[in-house]
T-cell receptor, first 114, second 110 residues
């Protein structure tokens, strides 16, 4: 069952370190989305990517956060110089190309900043 | 005003009973609507898309009222396994950026 895969599932970083979160979309899906869920809050859109293109990054914090989806390999969400407020669950979703708006989510990466 | 609003609950439901809840959305140009289910902070799982004509999937029925800008979900014959947080999700416009409500927590008890 080639669902959306994310790794690592849990990541602990000290303040000031970098966090790299990886997402492999479902087979046949070329659209990737990243969402963040802060403790006791709902999911918030961060960024939407297709291969080698950022389509919509309106939900990304202006500093320290970046995302890519290279031609080969997984999508990566990178957080530089992490702070405690970055502690959250980061979910990746994918959808097939075309007009489908249904998105399928991976298991998430739980980032804890100490 | 939040873009998508839901009653957080919890809705305490006896096993076998029917439960229904709504969500409202603010963007009248919204194009796509979904219900997702989330268990214990795990990943959201697509429960069903919501169509203008309403749709049913087994014990679950979803309705969309564009004029009043709300979506409803009804669960019949509730099972213990239906205990979860139900997320109302809206795609505000073309572009695949989903907007999530805060979720409605449902607890089904024996």
């Amino acid at each position: 069952n080639a669902g959306v895969m994310q790794n690592p599932r849990h990541l602990v970083r000290r303040r000031g370190q970098e966090a790299r979160l990886r997402c492999s979309p479902m087979k046949g899906h070329s659209h990737v989305y990243w969402y963040r869920q802060l403790p006791e809050e709902g999911l918030k859109f961060m960024v939407y990517l297709q291969k080698e293109n950022i389509i919509d990054e309106s939900g990304m914090p202006k500093e320290r956060f970046s995302a890519e989806f290279p031609k080969e390999g997984p999508s990566i969400l990178r957080i530089q110089q992490v702070v405690r407020g970055d502690s959250a669950a980061y979910f990746c979703a994918s959808s097939p190309s075309g007009l489908s708006y249904e998105q399928y989510f991976g298991p998430g990466t739980r980032l804890t900043v100490t | 005003r939040k873009e998508v609003e839901q009653d957080p609950g919890p809705f305490n439901v006896p096993e076998g009973a029917t439960v229904a809840f709504n969500c409202t959305y603010s963007n009248s140009a919204s194009q796509s609507f979904f219900w997702y289910r989330q268990d214990c902070r795990k990943e959201p799982k697509l429960l069903m898309s919501v169509y203008s004509s309403g749709n049913e999937d087994g014990r679950f029925t979803a309705q969309l009222n564009r004029a009043s800008q709300y979506i409803s979900l009804l669960i019949r014959d509730s099972k213990l396994s239906d205990s979860a947080t139900y997320l109302c999700v809206v795609n505000p416009a073309a572009g695949n950026k989903l907007t999530f409500g805060g979720g409605t927590r449902v607890l089904v008890k024996p």
